[in-house]
């Protein structure tokens, strides 16, 4: 209306559906990039009637309107959130429908098999047989091994999506923060000769073929009264307990001279790497010796370095990538599961085919088969969302940010 305030000159944009994002009509309003202008062009909308949407309302429409299966909704939040290259690699695939498709297929199989086993109950009495015991025996351990290729997958493609947390830790003035500068290329952590230079825990990010990792710097552990640093030996301890991978760090000389090996406050059941420091100073004969009589004592592989040359860095990157990316991998390779409510279908309907195949071999009856076969089917119907629940869905789309 004339007698009312311009709030700016933009572009409206008609969608109309199916063919929007959320297969609705939907209206686009292009305003210029003021915060203010966006404020007041929202709540004009809402005095006007609209409401504000939830998070994820728009994903989650255009999955109720079957415009996206569940596995492709979620891989749109992957997109956002996708912290490499590979990450991004493996959401736009999932985005295209590829982990779907895949899965979806596996799902028609058990149903096509299901729906052979009751075709035979039907029509027991005339003794005729829609599949035999061995067809269904193969069929079900050819989706087994399928299922068993996507789950093997799920520990690297989860780390290469979410990254890794790694701990530093150790004795003071054994390196941790040297060696944090030297993984990173940067003076983020002070170095000194004077122990306990480090008070609080140290965080830098990278990536290492695709592999992100933060690499976490803490105080070096050790008894003392100064208040300061018992806290941040506390960090410490609490930094080590929500790591992925511990990082002990050894001053050679030290360990040389030393008649015991001290290993403070290594925790049980953990995974972990031991690292040789300072070798530089030490001659390589020393070095081996050293270094084997370590790994006897610790039962584990010792890894030599020196933050001063860069002597072993190379090899401690690609022992630290080890622990979480298994064999050569590649992104293009196959479907890759990144997401564990993924992971935990899969592993139920894993369950139930490996029943199946075990009441089959017991002869159990065909009624008791169907059960199982369906059991795993919907286990995987889950994963793309042909079966799933309202509580599923908003745990799913909670995550999302309004807007998406």
């Not at 969608?15 to 709540?43: N, Q, Y």
């Not at 420091?277 to 010796?289: F, H, Q």
Request: glycine share 8%; proline share 2%; net charge negative.
């Amino acid at each position: 209306m004339s007698h009312e305030r311009i709030i700016d000159e933009g572009l409206v944009v008609y969608m109309k559906g199916p063919h929007s994002f959320t297969a609705e009509d939907v209206v686009e309003l292009h305003c210029h990039g003021s915060m203010t202008i966006l404020r007041r062009v929202c709540e004009s909308c809402v005095a006007a009637g609209a409401r504000l949407a939830q998070p994820g309302e728009f994903t989650k429409r255009a999955f109720l309107n079957g415009r996206l299966d569940l596995s492709q909704a979620e891989a749109v939040l992957d997109t956002i959130k996708a912290k490499s290259e590979f990450a991004l690699t493996v959401a736009q695939r999932q985005l295209r429908g590829e982990l779907g498709c895949y899965v979806g297929e596996l799902r028609t199989t058990i149903l096509s098999l299901q729906a052979r086993v009751e075709a035979g109950i039907d029509f027991s009495d005339e003794d005729i047989s829609f599949v035999t015991r061995a067809e269904l025996k193969a069929g079900l351990q050819n989706v087994g091994r399928q299922i068993q290729k996507m789950l093997d997958t799920a520990k690297t493609g989860r780390a290469l999506r979410d990254g890794v947390r790694v701990v530093l830790a150790g004795l003071p003035n054994v390196g941790k923060s040297s060696l944090l500068n030297s993984l990173i290329h940067d003076n983020r952590a002070i170095v000194t000769d004077i122990p306990g230079t480090t008070r609080d825990v140290i965080e830098e990010s990278v990536i290492w073929n695709g592999l992100p990792v933060t690499l976490v710097d803490t105080a070096g552990l050790r008894d003392t009264t100064d208040v300061v640093e018992r806290e941040g030996i506390k960090r410490s301890k609490d930094a080590q307990a929500q790591g992925d991978l511990i990082l002990y760090v050894l001053d050679a000389v030290e360990v040389e001279q030393a008649t015991t090996l001290e290993l403070p406050f290594r925790l049980p059941g953990r995974k972990d790497l031991f690292v040789l420091n300072k070798i530089d100073v030490l001659t390589p004969p020393t070095i081996r010796t050293l270094s084997h009589e370590l790994e006897r004592r610790i039962g584990q592989t010792i890894l030599p370095i020196s933050t001063k040359t860069g002597a072993g860095l190379d090899e401690l990157k690609a022992a630290i990538a080890s622990c979480f990316v298994t064999g050569s991998f590649e992104s293009t390779e196959g479907v890759v599961i990144t997401n564990v409510r993924h992971r935990v279908a899969l592993e139920q309907a894993f369950i139930a085919i490996t029943e199946t195949l075990s009441s089959l071999e017991r002869g159990a009856q065909a009624e008791l088969l169907s059960v199982d076969l369906q059991e795993a089917a919907d286990d995987l119907g889950e994963i793309i969302g042909s079966i799933t629940s309202d509580d599923v869905l908003e745990r799913i789309f909670s995550d999302f940010c309004i807007g998406k």
